[in-house]
């Protein structure tokens, strides 16, 4: 554990600061889309297939190829979460109504990105930022509580990239992630078992959390079709975490040391650019992301035996459609604007207050200005509407006595919200 943390210091170091946002902030599950502040301003709307600057690498590294000199990025998004929950318990014969407002934390999610033009063909780049990240924390007034009254995933992530052009018309790229990890999920007995004990309310039922570090790689090809067309395709594959750690509370009778196996999802991303003329560029994404392999939280615990489930989840694979444009306003400003629909990564019935995944649809605006010809200084705002959700969690075994609707009963009840997004960001080139 101390090894783990005295690495996450190299990362701050390096200037990966503060934690990430809910899940149900931003792209799907507990993802973030949130790279750069000049994609921000489109909506991250062909991602795959623009090179503003050295950040391309993140979402396609054969994008490094369209870069000249050395190049820094640097910068960060804000992010408000607004979001509520509001249903009823039924536990005993009673329903009991319940709310949680603005349960979501908010965040600030900094990134730093460095592109070296070796050659003609070869470029190599370096890059500091998140791909997923959630906090959020109902409160202890919650009344499905027994079900989860907090959770986190905190991840930052460190890239070594290089690309090739081949010729004219095809790039290629490739690079190894190196994601340092930390999570929780916690479950508190609710405030109806008082009736019973008015010692239990507040009670840890089930606490989990750990660290852990390992390692991903991605690809990136870029097909230049023409001088005012081209289309890119990116692959990140899954990181296999195991959150080493501790478990505590009444279900696991005391505290023990253990583990909680968390893979985040392999994705990809089909992107298009085109130049209409010499101010109008259009721009398009589809993403995927593999949420099908986010089954259950379960903990691996030695002392009790084995592994002990925390949390079904029952997740499905997510996608993601996004068009944007620019404009280029004269020779110091550029104008960005962008739409996109992001679709829940669980149906109903799956979905759960700690992780209220909803469909989100995205407008965003955004400008750059040349400072000079070396720096360009970028600005985007995102406003996101999330598609109001009804949950249900109930009984997942009948025959386990440590099963959460024991402890509290079940629960229905309804996700609302929005978010809103701002980001800066600097460019220089050498």
């Given at each position: 554990m101390n090894n783990n943390k005295n690495r996450l210091s190299i990362a701050v170091a390096l200037g990966l600061l503060g934690s990430v946002a809910s899940s149900n902030t931003m792209a799907a599950g507990f993802q973030l889309a949130e790279y750069s502040a000049t994609g921000l301003g489109r909506a991250y709307a062909g991602e795959a297939a623009i090179a503003d600057g050295a950040d391309a690498q993140w979402r396609n590294v054969a994008m490094l190829t369209y870069l000249e000199g050395t190049q820094i990025s640097v910068g960060g998004i804000y992010v408000n979460p607004n979001i509520?929950?509001?249903?009823?318990?039924?536990?005993?014969?009673?329903?009991?109504?319940?709310?949680?407002?603005?349960?979501?934390?908010?965040?600030?999610?900094?990134?730093?990105?460095?592109?070296?033009?070796?050659?003609?063909?070869?470029?190599?780049?370096?890059?500091?930022?998140?791909?997923?990240?959630?906090?959020?924390?109902?409160?202890?007034?919650?009344?499905?509580?027994?079900?989860?009254?907090?959770?986190?995933?905190?991840?930052?992530?460190?890239?070594?990239?290089?690309?090739?052009?081949?010729?004219?018309?095809?790039?290629?790229?490739?690079?190894?992630?190196?994601?340092?990890?930390?999570?929780?999920?916690?479950?508190?007995?609710?405030?109806?078992?008082?009736?019973?004990?008015?010692?239990?309310?507040?009670?840890?039922?089930?606490?989990?959390?750990?660290?852990?570090?390992?390692?991903?790689?991605?690809?990136?090809?870029?097909?230049?079709?023409?001088?005012?067309?081209?289309?890119?395709?990116?692959?990140?594959?899954?990181?296999?975490?195991?959150?080493?750690?501790?478990?505590?509370?009444?279900?696991?009778?005391?505290?023990?040391?253990?583990?909680?196996?968390?893979?985040?999802?392999?994705?990809?991303?089909?992107?298009s650019f085109h130049q209409l003329n010499d101010k109008v560029a259009i721009h398009a994404s589809f993403n995927w992301t593999d949420w099908s392999s986010f089954e259950k939280l379960e903990a691996n615990i030695p002392a009790l035996g084995g592994k002990d489930l925390i949390k079904q989840e029952n997740w499905e694979d997510n996608y993601r459609l996004a068009i944007g444009g620019t404009y280029s306003l004269n020779q110091k400003v550029t104008l960005r604007t962008g739409i996109a629909y992001d679709t829940s990564a669980v149906s109903d019935e799956n979905r759960t207050a700690t992780i209220p995944e909803t469909d989100r649809l995205w407008l965003s605006m955004g400008a750059g200005y040349a400072w000079s010809d070396n720096l360009t200084l970028d600005a985007g705002f995102t406003y996101i509407f999330a598609k109001d959700a009804t949950m249900f969690e109930g009984k997942e075994s009948a025959t386990d006595p440590k099963d959460p609707a024991n402890f509290g009963g079940e629960f229905t009840g309804e996700t609302t919200g929005n978010v809103w997004l701002v980001g800066v960001q600097a460019n220089y080139r050498f």
């Open positions: 509520d929950v509001e249903g009823s318990s039924k536990f005993a014969g009673q329903t009991i109504n319940t709310k949680s407002e603005d349960f979501a934390h908010d965040a600030f999610i900094p990134n730093l990105y460095v592109s070296h033009r070796v050659n003609q063909q070869l470029a190599i780049g370096f890059a500091v930022g998140t791909n997923y990240g959630m906090e959020t924390n109902l409160g202890d007034d919650f009344s499905a509580t027994n079900f989860g009254n907090e959770a986190s995933v905190i991840t930052k992530e460190i890239n070594v990239n290089m690309a090739y052009q081949i010729n004219q018309q095809f790039s290629v790229g490739g690079g190894v992630r190196y994601v340092i990890a930390e999570g929780s999920f916690g479950a508190i007995i609710p405030n109806q078992l008082g009736m019973l004990d008015p010692k239990l309310p507040g009670t840890t039922l089930k606490y989990m959390e750990g660290t852990d570090e390992a390692w991903g790689w991605q690809i990136g090809t870029a097909w230049q079709i023409n001088d005012a067309n081209r289309i890119g395709f990116s692959y990140k594959s899954e990181v296999a975490l195991d959150l080493s750690g501790h478990a505590e509370g009444a279900a696991f009778g005391g505290r023990h040391n253990g583990s909680m196996a968390l893979d985040l999802p392999a994705t990809a991303e089909l992107a």
